[in-house]
């Protein structure tokens, strides 16, 4: 009887063994496909849902991932948890291509602020679309990201990377006031470093569009190209080099910088620029790029020192009601304390349709030179007007085609300048004025032509 038993057992143990369980998920098959580390993989066809983010490992290299040729969408669940769809770490020469990341925002957006200083936006923002950290080597091309929550590729302490023929729309999350946070678009950060965005386009993203952002303590971006994308309706800026060094922004086109009015960070105080700065910034070039209606700055160069802005066009076509952010063309400013604003070149912008003045100057050896400031002060300042009482002890502040301050967040007074051949115009102008305290003599100012201007 025992050796009866004892056969039975054995019977359904093989039985158990050959029996099949129910067939892998086609999320399944691809999570272990990306885990596999090497050579080609091919995306299903069609829309997979995703509820966990997928992962590249550290031990993946040269690695392609593309979409199957009918089309691949990967779609983040209801369900989904994780910081990105896909997340890679450590990995070497990664390449995605071909497909649309779907991050389902209407059901995963959770409204929060920024991180706070002790964190980057890597280790707080979740729900981004590709997550890259401490990658070497990674390409993105002809990938399609729709209702991001987070941003869209967030790459932190990583390098060599290419984002080529990129597609964002409708994305960004929002804080708990319904302004934006920053997110939706691409973002690197914490010193990452030789990279290019070329010739890809965003739409109604909520945030930033282009940024680099690194905090104080973290090393800076390097050694980047930004050029020939296209930027339309972006709530923040469209395009920031932050604590950088060695970038170009090139070639880029804009327009609806700033829009949805409501979606503006006003009380972060995060005003719209189509072209920005921040942190310490250097050795760097902005040139040739054209944005229209811009409810806020054209170009604000906060931290931006020895370096050059050149042939750029910022147009706003309407009156000043139409940009209830707006300000003036081209600010200096000096926030960060590792750096003077000296050694930058603004040599021939347009600047057509501002709503305070055109050109703001501080610290030396500027060269301000053949530019062209058209209908200035759309504000129609000193008005009545609320937006012209900001600085009632400068008077000539906001109606000003240049004018040279004491300084900004630190002082820093107009001196050494060069400041010739500029073509100004615009309503109540004060041609060239000075803060109190600064003197016109102590800079070369020569051969500008000014003329007043009462169109609107």
Known sequence: MRLFWATVAAVLAAWVLVVPGPPPTREAVLRRALLSGAGVVELPAGVTEISVELTVGPKAHDLEVRGAPSGTTLRTSDRFRGRALIVCESARRIRFTGFTIDGNRAALERRSGLPPSNLSFAEFTRGNGILALRVTGLSVASVRFVEVPGFAVLASESRELTFDRVEIADSGSRNALGRNN????????????????????????????????SRYTSPRNRNGLI????????????????????????????????FPVEIVDVEGRGMPVAIDTAGNTDDSIYQRNRFEEINGKCIDLDGFHDGEVRANTCANRHTADQYPYGHYGIVMNNSN????????????????GAVFGGIFVIGSKNLILRNHLRRLNLAHCPSPSAVCSYAPDQPDLLRSGIYLGAGAERPAPAHTNVIEENDISGFGLQCIAAAPGVSLEANTIVRNKCKEDRTR
């Open 182 to 213: 920053t997110t939706g678009g691409i973002l690197l950060e914490e010193g990452t470093e030789n990279f290019q965005i070329t010739r890809s386009t965003l739409r109604n993203v909520r945030g930033n569009g282009i940024w680099t952002h």
């Open 227 to 258: 050029a020939e994308n296209h930027l339309e309706q972006i709530g923040r800026d469209a395009a920031q080099v932050g604590h950088a060094a060695r970038v170009r922004v090139e070639n880029n086109t804009g327009r609806l910088i700033g």
């Open 337 to 352: 304390p590792d750096m003077q604003s000296q050694g930058v070149r603004i040599v021939e912008n347009e600047i057509d």
